[in-house]
């Protein structure tokens, strides 16, 4: 037998990824650190490099694969071999050099379920992606047999589930006047302000908690995770210390996260660390929501759809614009007066001109 490169440790506890594409394939000539696979990790894309130079002897793991940390995944032939400095072989041949259809690990798996060549599909979604709509309008059928959660969509029910596990939520809800903005205001920009603002006046919401533990532990800047819906599932991009950003800084810096989410490159370091977390849901629909609150976090802001209403001002009816809010929080260690502070002052916030 020869050389058994295992499944390496990818760093911040986690103990599994998903096959994404084999860069190699047996019998290539590859040298160190030449990339070998690209793997999934709570929806972030990982190249893993080869640790030394050689010969492809076997593949230990196809494409959809989820393998644990240690598991094997390359072999080599047996012996040393030299680092030539260059590639040679069969590494052209590799499935690197041919253009692919953008679809996550779970749209191709029901893809070739369903017999559907994704050479084929034209992709809906952002980019050009193509989602599981457009498979299974490709192949002319809904529903049907059951699919395995995989990739982007697994890491949702995964966190999701242990939100559910480990928070005690509680959502407060009330309503903005935001008439005083120009009709260029940024609301994800506004927002990020007033939730900044709002964590100085009220810290204990911008915090994480151990349970395991029983310990807090107050920020003193705002890492702010801002929820973003793909064809593929729920991302959460960090916006690191976020209340000393301008409004042209946070618009470039969430253009070129989105970007990243939208190809998959974004890297997991940006994926992770959130201190709070904003959902500007109203760009879809509704007015207010009772939102899941991810560990360690201890709340999360909702932002619902700004509409014209009629509201009492002076004991007069005028026609005001304004944002429902919803605020939910861990109640095990968020009190409601601590979260009603935090709200009035984003409401407050909110209400001025830009």
């Known amino acids: 037998m020869g050389d058994v490169f295992k499944l390496p440790d990818l760093g911040e506890g986690l103990r599994e990824a998903e096959i994404v594409t084999w860069h190699v394939g047996v019998g290539d000539h590859v040298v160190a650190d030449q990339p070998l696979v690209a793997v999934e990790t709570d929806k972030a894309i990982v190249e893993v490099p080869s640790p030394r130079a050689g010969r492809v002897a076997a593949l230990h793991a196809d494409v959809g694969d989820i393998l644990e940390v240690g598991a094997p995944l390359v072999e080599f032939d047996a012996g040393e071999a030299k680092d030539t400095g260059a590639i040679v072989g069969d590494i052209a041949e590799s499935p690197r050099t041919t253009e692919r259809a953008k679809a996550a690990p779970a ?208 004991d007069q009816p005028v026609v005001r614009r304004i944002l429902p809010l919803s605020l939910s929080f861990d109640h095990r260690v968020v009190t409601g007066i601590e979260a009603t502070r935090f709200l009035n002052t984003v409401i407050e916030d909110l209400a001025l001109a830009g």
Not at 211 to 220: F, G, Q
Not at 276 to 300: C, D, H, K, T, Y
């Open 107 to 314: 749209v191709r798996k029901l893809a070739e379920s369903l017999g559907v060549d994704l050479a084929t599909v034209t992709g809906t979604g952002p980019g050009g992606t193509i989602s599981s709509a457009d498979v299974e309008a490709a192949a002319g059928t809904r529903g049907g047999a059951g699919e395995k959660l995989r990739g982007v969509r697994r890491a949702m029910f995964q966190s999701m589930t242990l939100a559910g596990r480990n928070v005690v939520p509680a959502t407060l809800n009330d309503e903005a006047d935001i008439d005083a903005w120009s009709e260029h205001e940024d609301p994800t920009a506004r927002l990020t302000r007033a939730i900044s603002i709002a964590c100085k006046a009220s810290p204990a919401l911008n915090a994480w908690f151990d349970p395991n533990t029983e310990t807090r532990t107050l920020h003193k800047t705002v890492d702010l995770g801002i929820a973003v819906e793909t064809g593929d599932g729920l991302f959460a991009p960090v916006l690191r210390d976020a209340g000393n950003r301008n409004t042209e800084d946070l618009r470039a810096e969430l253009e070129r996260i989105k970007q990243g989410i939208e190809n998959r490159s974004v890297e997991r370091a940006e994926l992770t660390g959130a201190t709070i977390s904003l959902s500007n849901f109203g760009m879809f629909g509704g007015r207010f929501a009772e939102l899941v609150v991810l560990p360690p976090q201890v709340a999360i802001l909702g932002a619902g759809r700004a509409e014209p209403r009629v509201v009492v001002q002076d």
